[in-house]
């Protein structure tokens, strides 16, 4: 599998925007680029996905590098329910599932 | 309610001792996957179930772990023997199990059993 690299952790304030970075150098055509979070004493949940355009729903917007090797989740106003740890996963579109394979993340700090 | 159930949500067991976890998808998911989370860690693959069957279960880590499905719905996560080492949370998800059109393919995960060997 292509790995991802988040920086360990970020810290913002609240109601500010916050930009989550992911690198993925050896990312194939086939990848797609999958964002998930987990809040504490929770199990992950989905945050969204994209192949090579930007993409956008009600809780994040993700930004695709032109070449891919890199994209960034970006939460536009954060809250304090925000704060969370969150990972950037690739799936290829050949995998027959969707088997997750989660690295360490970012864990997201917001100050009140 | 509609997500994944997990029963127990805390299980404290000795060391050698036999274990059993139960994961209750939602309803319709031909998907079911099985991970385990360490204090600090991410979420590590054990076992992933498409309808009854194992279609890969590279993530367990030695024969005393063992996952069922015998029904294509409920799964059962059973540990043998356990070991300090077994300490952890275990989450299951479960997702419709196939991509097409708008579907993401997202798992959907329960708020896993937190299992404790003395």
């Known amino acids: 599998d292509a790995k991802t690299t988040q920086p360990n952790s970020m810290e913002s304030n609240e109601e500010e925007p916050v930009h989550l970075p992911c690198n993925h150098s050896t990312i194939s055509g086939t990848d797609y680029i999958h964002w998930y979070r987990q809040l504490p004493s929770q199990g992950p949940e989905y945050v969204i996905h994209g192949l090579t355009s930007n993409v956008n729903n009600r809780m994040a917007s993700l930004a695709i590098a032109e070449d891919r090797k890199s994209s960034t989740l970006i939460l536009h106003r954060a809250t304090l329910r925000d704060a969370a740890v969150y990972y950037c996963?690739?799936?290829?579109?050949?995998?027959?599932?969707?088997?997750?394979?989660f690295g360490g993340g970012t864990r997201v700090l917001v100050k009140p | 309610g509609a997500g994944v159930s997990q029963t127990p949500s805390n299980k404290v067991t000795e060391k050698g001792k036999y274990v059993e976890l139960r994961c209750d998808p939602i309803s319709g998911h031909t998907a079911l996957y099985w991970y385990r989370q360490s204090l600090g860690q991410g979420p590590e693959f054990l076992i992933y179930?498409?309808?009854?069957?194992?279609?890969?279960d590279s993530g367990l880590p030695n024969d005393r772990f063992f996952a069922v499905r015998p029904e294509g719905s409920v799964s059962t996560l059973k540990i043998q023997r356990t070991e300090r080492g077994d300490s952890a949370v275990y989450l299951c998800?479960?997702?419709?199990?196939?991509?097409?059109?708008?579907?993401?393919?997202?798992?959907?995960f329960g708020e896993g059993s937190r299992l404790t060997v003395l």
């Open positions: 179930f498409q309808g009854t069957g194992a279609a890969d």
């Open positions: 998800a479960s997702s419709l199990g196939v991509r097409t059109g708008r579907n993401t393919g997202e798992l959907f």
């Open positions: 996963i690739l799936i290829s579109v050949k995998a027959a599932g969707n088997k997750l394979t």
